[in-house]
């Protein structure tokens, strides 16, 4: 016969502390830990400090360039103003066969071809709130950066 009091260990039912140690082991998949946060909003207070505070801290690029590549404002300026994400930071943000092939690009290239500051990848995706945003911080327009758009082609850097 089964105990009343006893509780099934599902995810939802564990401790903080084992949510928080998941969490951890899942470090690197920013997917994992995006959905983990969407749950619930017990799950969204735990895991959303993993989701941004170690990229923040370790330079990532999936957090910040992702964000302004893709218009996620609210990601941006959450990463930065709760958890210090640096907006001049240049990252190496590694390009696609997709995109090589949309810059006319016909030869392999190292995963740290493209590197630009969150800046470059706004303007190159057209997000002009996220532009607008960033430069209201201050952010430095003549930052260092290659290949994240269509505007030059590795040919045209190449040396003779």
């Known amino acids: 016969m089964a105990d009343p009091d006893f509780k099934h260990a599902a995810l939802p039912n564990l401790p903080t502390e084992l949510l928080e140690l998941?969490?951890?082991?899942?470090?690197?998949?920013?997917a994992a830990l995006s959905a983990l946060a969407r749950v619930s909003a017990r799950f969204h207070a735990v895991f959303t400090r993993l989701l941004y505070d170690s990229p923040a801290k370790a330079y990532d690029p999936i957090l910040i360039i992702g964000a302004a590549r893709c218009g996620n404002l609210a990601a941006l300026q959450l990463a930065h103003e709760k958890y210090g994400?640096?907006?001049n930071?240049?990252?190496?943000?590694?390009?696609?066969?997709?995109?090589?092939?949309?810059?006319?690009?016909k030869y392999n290239l190292s995963p740290a071809a493209r590197w630009?500051?969150?800046?470059?990848?706004?303007?190159?995706?057209?997000?002009m709130k996220v532009v607008s945003w960033l430069l209201s911080k201050g952010v430095n327009i003549e930052a260092?950066?290659?290949l994240y758009c269509g505007c030059e082609t590795v040919e045209e850097n190449m040396p003779t």
């Open 22 to 30: 998941i969490g951890e082991e899942l470090g690197s998949s920013f």
């Open 85 to 87: 994400a640096d907006l």
């Open 89 to 105: 930071r240049t990252r190496i943000y590694p390009i696609t066969a997709k995109e090589k092939s949309q810059l006319g690009i």
């Open 116 to 127: 630009g500051a969150p800046l470059h990848f706004a303007v190159a995706a057209g997000h």
């Open 144 to 146: 260092p950066g290659r």
